[in-house]
């Protein structure tokens, strides 16, 4: 009898701190088990086995599955709800909305600044930016879910096929939520596709979908997923010539009267762009008239900082409306017919309570559409709360003047509940499949399936196809990820896209990130993982698994079938792949491998009877990850990491096409000690952090951020955090919640931390894993910076923190209402540490109360700063400004400068300072300069494509500035 090796293997497992983001299959169980790198997902036995052995086996595969976690995410544990709201308020304070005018002069604004071309005079770069990074994206093994390296690029959520593709020729395209459009002409050479990025002349590169009929390409903008970064868009583009040039269509609307749901106020917008500062969520063209277009819209932002996502709103009026619009001119003009309830025609301005505070997310014609005696369209829209008749699936029989509501929504209490559909022919009728679900994965929240085999019957009759298999598929984010597809001509095949299994991955699932049925939902099978898997157990028992298979990564946006197969390309927060076209029936994994009985076991064996062949990862090329800050290594300006929107933090010591990915996740801030590189942190999101002791090896990742995550304090969705840049301080690291928290020595002595706080393993709140301490005044009751010192600009978050080399003590600070803090003497015991409030100080009247977006502290003074400030001087018109030079007197005042001059009203992401005195400051659409002296300010460089920058990280002795944006990787600029 043979001994068995008990390799309970996980590639990341645990965050718990995500408090209780994730249905677990037990919520009993215990983190108890051993991280161990396998070279697949999957342990095996073997007949030689005894039955007390193969019994232990199981037991121990059980306890690994039911302690899954899902990776952190702005998609996950408040997701995208939790961060919209946070930075919509961040942008918006101390108003309640951002006003449409704002938006629109904004871009506007942008506009003018790149007519005046770049900055002159002996300072200016003469350099164009370049990419630095990365186009070949790469996770390794043990930090994905199947066990197989994978290459990764941002969030993709839009797919368009020419039908005439073929094996020679197989033209796609891609959008991406803000790294703009893609083209491949060779969508079919397995790992080996290439891509062109097209979308360059775009206003934005924020894209919500893709329509392709009759050699034209439309590209809607604006991302339509309601999420923490969904930015907004300027409108429709059309081209016909794949995506070679451009037309940008008028799309004129107005003026039209609009009402703003809660306000009770109206407006009256246009004539003006109807999609300006909107997400497109569908463009359908009438086949019998190419000249009429319908197209959805919803809510969307602009502006991204580095310490959170964007935001949704609901601007007040006057601003173009979100719903249905029609156009018989081929989007010239616009008319508003629907806004997602029963109102129209008769009151189609938002007033009628059911009419939609989110947007309509999809928009279809009926198969059987001839514009004539068929005119029925299908319209999806987001409820308003509590209005019984709104939300869920809408029909028009009259070409969109009159619509009836003929599937009710899921949870009418719920402004988050989002109903996707298809629409088919089936034997002579329309069937239509409806995948439906909320925020929330819970009781009679939960996802459900349904499916009409009439969807023009006077009332349709939709069967309840949920089961096991699909129950749940978008977990609690269904208004963020949710796909419904069926292929054209194929009736029969259903889709649906959502969040992740991560409960059941691997064990009764394979993560269900894509599930498929081919006899008209009857049935499910997953096509997460591939079959590329060694069925054959070694000789020695419970060896890992030679062969890890292909897997997708979770939250899912978009699909399309290549015509004539069933090889699918799949859209998702990591990117693409594609499956092969065939099927595999690995369902012996069931037993063999996951060692399942009972309704598990069938409920596996269904799931992986036809798994694809084969996921090609087809992302390589592909540069828009959506970074939110990048950091550089003291010792090599050429060393960066960076954290990325649900893709982790990636590292590079200056190659710009490879870079690692060292820790999973969703990617904030993080930053390198300033003596010893080795020496690393990374975030994921809220207070969560690690930090790491090895150069980055991703098996060696601790926790350390467990008192912060365990206190009474909230923070920004991407919580501010610094390493000291002094090398007197090699081992301090800064935190902002709601007060600034500080450990001296790298969390903790390092043998403790990676004995009990593996990152894999270990509570995020679990005592021991860290050693931060709030730092304030000693017997102060109230430590957080965010109300004390008085009632005014109360609330909120710290926004940012920054320190200087040059000086050991002091430090700047400020939240998201505008509270400046700076304090002298930040290394002292923690209850001795004091702050100065500035923002209150008697030459202090003209500073903006709004969300604080960057600090740079002067090297040559450090009582001397340069502020960023987010939001916009609409909402503070006695406040206005967008940058500040503040400088402290050391006995109580300061000196407030406004040098925003010229720069447009609108928000300002981050600052960085040149030592020659220049300032870089970056927003939604680039990055601007104000030279040292000037007034006036310039874009900076050429060549950065048209996306928004989260953030600036500047190296003046290596004569580099890099961009973080928010969508097309990373990027530099040398400086002169």
Not at 434 to 440: A, N, Y
Request: charged residues 15%; hydrophobic residues 35%; glycine residues 12%.
């Amino acid at each position: 009898m043979k001994t068995p090796r008990w390799l309970i293997g996980t590639r990341f497992v645990s965050h718990l701190r995500m408090a209780g983001a994730v249905t677990l299959m037990s919520a009993a169980a215990a983190m108890a088990f051993v991280a161990v790198k396998p070279s697949g997902p999957l342990l095996v036995t073997n007949s030689n086995s005894d039955n007390q052995a193969t019994a232990k086996f199981r037991e121990d595969r059980e306890e690994l599955f039911r302690n899954k976690r899902a990776l952190p995410g702005p998609e996950r544990d408040g997701g995208p709800l939790l961060a919209a709201e946070l930075e919509y308020a961040n942008r918006a304070y101390p108003a309640k909305d951002i006003p449409f005018s704002a938006i629109a002069n904004a871009t506007t604004a942008w506009t003018n600044v790149r007519a005046r071309g770049v900055g002159r005079g002996p300072n200016a770069p003469t350099s164009a930016w370049t990419l630095v990074g990365p186009s070949h994206a790469n996770f390794p093994d043990v930090l994905t879910f199947s066990g197989a390296a994978y290459t990764t690029s941002g969030r993709i959520t839009a797919l368009a096929v020419d039908p005439s593709c073929s094996t020679r020729r197989c033209r796609v395209w891609a959008g991406a939520a803000g790294g703009g459009i893609w083209r491949t002409d060779n969508a079919l050479s397995g790992n080996g596709v290439n891509w062109t990025f097209v979308s360059g002349s775009f206003g934005t590169n924020a894209i919500g979908t893709l329509t392709y009929t009759g050699g034209v390409l439309y590209a809607g903008t604006g991302e339509a997923n309601a999420s923490g970064d969904s930015a907004a868009g300027v409108g429709i583009y059309k081209s016909i010539d794949g995506g070679i040039t451009w037309t940008a269509l008028a799309a004129t609307i107005g003026p039209i009267t609009t009402f703003s749901p809660g306000t009770g106020t109206n407006g009256t917008y246009g004539p003006g762009n109807a999609f300006l500062g909107r997400s497109i969520s569908s463009i359908v063209v009438d086949p019998t008239n190419a000249a009429h277009l319908y197209v959805s819209s919803s809510r969307g932002v602009r502006g991204v900082s580095s310490v959170t996502g964007g935001g949704t709103s609901n601007p007040p009026t006057p601003r173009p409306p979100f719903g249905l619009f029609e156009s018989t001119d081929g989007g010239a003009t616009f008319s508003f017919i629907w806004d997602g309830g029963d109102g129209c025609p008769a009151v189609c301005d938002g007033t009628n309570p059911k009419a939609t505070i989110r947007g309509a997310n999809e928009v279809r014609l009926d198969p059987g559409w001839n514009g004539t005696t068929n005119k029925i369209l299908y319209g999806g829209a987001f409820g308003p709360t509590g209005v019984a008749g709104s939300g869920g699936v809408w029909r028009s029989t009259d070409g969109g003047v009159t619509w009836t509501q003929i599937k009710p929504a899921l949870n009418v209490a719920r402004t988050d509940d989002r109903a996707e559909f298809a629409v088919t022919t089936a034997s002579g009728t329309t069937r239509m499949y409806v995948g439906e679900g909320t925020g929330s994965d819970a009781g009679a929240n939960r996802a459900r399936f349904y499916r009409t085999d009439d969807a023009t019957a006077a009332v349709p009759f939709f069967t309840d196809l949920t089961t096991t298999q699909n129950i749940g598929y978008c977990t609690a984010q269904c208004w963020y990820d949710n796909v419904v597809y069926s292929p054209p001509g194929k009736p029969d095949v259903v889709y649906l896209g959502g969040s992740y299994s991560y409960g059941s991955y691997g064990f009764t699932t394979n993560g269900r990130a894509f599930i498929r049925s081919a006899n008209a939902g009857s049935s499910f099978t997953d096509m997460t993982w591939d079959a590329t898997t060694n069925p054959t157990p070694p000789d020695t028992c419970c060896q890992p698994n030679p062969v890890a298979p292909n897997g997708q990564h979770p939250d899912s946006h978009a699909i399309v079938e290549i015509p004539g197969t069933d090889s699918a390309i799949f859209g998702t927060d990591g990117g693409l792949m594609r499956s092969s076209g065939a099927f595999a029936d690995i369902s012996s994994q069931c037993t063999t491998y996951r060692g399942l009985s009972g309704a598990n076991l069938a409920l596996c064996q269904q799931l992986l009877s036809a798994v694809p062949t084969f996921l090609y990862g087809i992302n390589k090329g592909l540069s828009t990850l959506q970074f939110q800050s990048l950091s550089v290594a003291a010792d090599n300006p050429k060393h960066l990491q960076g954290g990325t929107q649900d893709n982790g933090t990636f590292e590079t010591y200056g190659s710009a096409v490879v870079w690692p990915q060292i820790i999973y996740g969703d990617g904030g801030q993080s930053g390198f000690s300033a003596t010893n590189s080795s020496m690393r942190f990374n975030s994921f999101f809220g207070q969560n952090h690690d930090a790491n002791f090895r150069n980055g090896d991703p098996l060696k990742w601790v926790i350390i951020s467990a008192p912060i995550a365990g206190s009474p304090e909230g923070s920004n969705f991407y919580a501010p955090i610094i390493a000291d840049p002094n090398p007197a301080n090699t081992g301090t690291i800064f935190e902002g919640s709601q007060s600034v928290w500080r450990t001296q020595d790298w969390g903790g002595d390092q043998a403790t931390l990676e004995a009990n706080c593996p990152e894999f393993t270990t509570s995020g709140t679990q005592p021991g894993c860290g050693d931060f301490v709030q730092i304030g005044p000693a017997g102060d009751t109230d430590l957080t910076l965010t109300t004390n010192g008085g009632t005014t600009r109360a609330g909120g978050f710290v926004a940012a923190i920054a320190r200087t080399a040059s000086n050991t003590g002091t430090m700047w600070a400020a939240t998201t209402t505008g509270r400046v803090f700076i304090s002298q003497n930040a290394d002292a015991a923690a209850g001795s540490v004091t702050y100065t409030r500035l923002d209150t100080l008697p030459s202090a009247t003209a500073d903006p109360g709004r969300f604080v977006s960057g600090i740079h502290v002067d090297p040559a003074n450090s009582n001397h700063a340069w502020i960023s400030y987010s939001g916009y001087n609409f909402n503070t018109p006695s406040e206005p400004g967008h940058v500040f030079s503040v400088t402290y007197d050391g006995s109580g005042d300061a000196t407030w400068t406004d040098i925003s001059y010229d720069f447009p009203d609108f928000p300002a992401t981050g600052i960085a300072a040149d030592s020659n005195g220049d300032l870089y400051v970056s927003n939604d659409f680039g990055v601007m300069r104000l030279a040292n002296g000037a007034t006036s300010w310039a874009v900076a460089g050429t060549g950065l494509p048209m996306v928004e920058v989260a953030g600036l990280t500047i190296v003046p002795s290596a004569r580099k500035l890099y961009a973080a944006t928010h969508g097309r990787s990373a990027w530099q600029l040398t400086l002169p």
